[in-house]
């Protein structure tokens, strides 16, 4: 899946068998026992994944993790600081998003200075709204900011504040500073293994794929959604079309080592068997208790 923006709450639900491919061997998580890394809210997060991430990284052994579709980034943040690989690179398009990133690894002492600072009330949030960044690190803050207190950290343009939020804490529901500020700082120990460049992932995969081949493992969640179609992919991102067959047809092309997650939409399953890729479904339940079916592609098998 990618971004049918709802968290995906695993809790407790068994793995069932769909149509289309076999179910994973790997038993979906509950996400609470998932360490958090990233920073961000992020509508489509891919906590739940996790298993899978270690164990395709353990018996794969690359050495570079390619992100490049990275948003709340949990796969690399995941993979750099288990050790898993000894480094990742992400790609993002999103200039808001691009700037958090960049001013994590740049300058988090920073953020994590202005955010023990920063008291969230509508009037400040609507003049951090507002207010153009004058510099990276300020837009990063910005990002940050909007992205925890709008209502399911969504930055698309249009998405308003929580008004209720998590216990009725309304916007500081999910305004944890200390948590934010931890986890900005473990980012800020590994910075020197992570590097981060904005743009056009489906760009620069293969310029990244031609220089690094077999050495590289590539996680692909693209901005994709079986479930609302194109309205609601662009209620959650502000880049939210993509050429997916154009996506498959590239990785076909290269031997690239790749896990990429997509719900399990026909059109998607149609891609899958075109290009004779592996694929394993999971069930499970969305933060509204829908169930709903991912696809975990590879380019050899893994979980079946
Ligand atoms: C489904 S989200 C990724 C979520 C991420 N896996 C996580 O766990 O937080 C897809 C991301 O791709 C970004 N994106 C969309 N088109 C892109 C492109 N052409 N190149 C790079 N990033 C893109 C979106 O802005 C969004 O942040």
């Known amino acids: 899946m990618s971004g049918n923006g709802l968290s995906s709450q695993a809790q407790g639900v068994k793995a069932v068998q769909t149509e289309a491919f076999p179910t994973s061997r790997i038993p979906v998580v509950n996400v609470a026992t998932v360490p958090q890394r990233s920073p961000l809210r992020y509508p489509g997060g891919k906590t739940w994944l996790i298993p899978h991430i270690r164990e395709w990284l353990r018996k794969t052994g690359p050495e570079i993790l390619i992100e490049p579709f990275a948003g709340g980034a949990i796969t690399s943040l995941t993979a750099v600081m288990e050790r898993l690989v000894n480094a990742a690179v992400m790609v993002e398009l999103d200039r808001d998003v691009a700037a958090f990133w960049r001013s994590a690894l740049e300058s988090g002492a920073t953020l994590q200075k202005w955010i023990g600072q920063f008291e969230p009330t509508i009037e400040r949030l609507r003049e951090l709204e507002r207010a153009i960044p004058a510099t990276v690190t300020e837009h990063g803050f910005r990002t940050l900011v909007l992205n925890r207190t709008r209502r399911g950290g969504v930055l698309a343009p249009g998405a308003s504040f929580s008004r209720n939020g998590e216990n009725g804490r309304g916007l500081l529901s999910r305004w ?5 500020a931890t986890r900005l700082a473990a980012i800020q120990q590994h ?7 904005e743009g056009d992932g489906m760009k620069l995969l293969p310029l990244m794929l031609g220089g690094w081949g077999r050495k590289a493992a590539v996680f692909l969640d ?9 309205r609601a992919g ?4 502000a880049h939210s079309s993509l050429d997916h067959a154009a996506l498959f047809a590239m990785l076909a092309e290269t031997d690239a080592n790749f896990l990429m997650t997509y719900d399990a939409a026909p059109e998607i399953i149609d891609l899958v068997r075109e290009h004779n ?3 394993v479904c999971l069930s499970m339940k969305n933060g509204h208790h829908n169930q709903m079916s991912e696809i975990v592609i590879t380019s050899e098998p893994l979980f079946a």
Request: glycine share 8%.
């Open 277 to 279: 890729f592996d694929a």
């Open 234 to 237: 662009s209620r959650l991102y």
């Open 191 to 197: 910075a020197d293994r992570i590097a981060f460049c």
């Open 222 to 230: 693209p901005p994709y959604t079986a479930h609302g179609g194109k």
């Open 176 to 180: 944890y500073p200390k948590t934010l």
